[in-house]
Each structure stands twice: as C-alpha cells, then as structure tokens.
C-alpha cells in the first residue's frame, strides 16, 4: 500500500460541501460525510458544476480525474459505464468528476475544453494531466494514478 501525504486526508462532500478528515485506512469503508451523513466516497461518480465544482476539487486531498461530457455526445455516452466502473475500482483512492459542460460554462472555459469527453486530472484543483476522447475503464483507472 503506497502511503498517503496525509493520515487524515481531506475530502470535501460533494453534496453540502463540507471538509472532511477520514482517517487514511477508513477511505475505502464508505465514510459518511460529518456534516450531512451522506456518502462521501462511495465508489460512483459524482456531478459537480459551476457552483460547486472549485470548492470540491481544491479542497479534497485525492487525486480527482474529471469527465466533461455533454448529453448530446455519442462518444460521452459511450464512455459513461466505463468511467463509473473506473470510480468503482478506485473508490477511496481518487474522486471520478462529472461536469455537464454544457451546464456549466464556466468550468470547461476555465479548462479550455475544446472537445468532449476530456478527461482532465487535478491535484488539489490544479491541472497535472488530460485525455481527449472515451477511454475504457482501465485507462481511466491507470490515467488516475491512484
Ligand atoms: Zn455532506
């Protein structure tokens, strides 16, 4: 097991935005968020978007791999089921992001997102990687680097 930067590692809830400290060893045990009792990490994708997007990602201590997507896009669709059995596979090592950007202009301009999907990877809301186009599961999991 490859250690972590930090025994308490912070994740932000996706749903009420709170900060949470779990415990390096409890990441995979499906932690509930302090604040709201929902599921912090729960091996599913989660879609954050212009209001909510920058706190989730800078805030949170894993490493987070973001999908922009839109629904009008074959390939998008395509790659759906491979990125939410990628989160599966990485539960607790890393955040899997959806951001409709269509929805949510302000996020994919912030990227420069010019074609979808783009899989983008952050540390700490930071841009360390991207992919263009749909990829399949592994390469999700292997782009992520958890
Ligand atoms: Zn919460």
Redesign the pocket.
């Known amino acids: 097991m490859r250690e972590m930067k930090s025994a308490t590692p912070h994740v932000v809830?996706?749903?009420?935005?709170?900060t949470?400290r779990i415990p390096a060893v409890r990441l995979g045990d499906d932690p509930?968020?302090?604040?709201?009792?929902?599921p912090?990490l729960d091996g599913r994708p989660v879609e954050l978007g212009d209001a909510d997007f920058e706190r989730v990602v800078s805030g949170s201590d894993l490493p987070v791999v973001v999908d922009f997507w839109a629904p009008w896009c074959g390939p998008c669709q395509q790659m759906a089921p491979q990125f939410a059995q990628a989160a599966g596979a990485l539960k607790g090592r890393a955040l899997l992001v959806k951001v409709n950007s269509d929805d949510n202009p302000h996020t994919a301009s912030r990227f420069g997102i010019r074609s979808i999907p783009t899989l983008v990877k952050l540390d700490h809301g930071r841009e360390v990687s991207r992919l263009a186009g749909a990829r399949p599961a592994g390469q999700i999991v292997q782009f992520a680097g958890a």
């Open positions: 809830c996706a749903q009420c935005g709170a949470n509930d968020c302090g604040r709201c009792g929902r912090l």
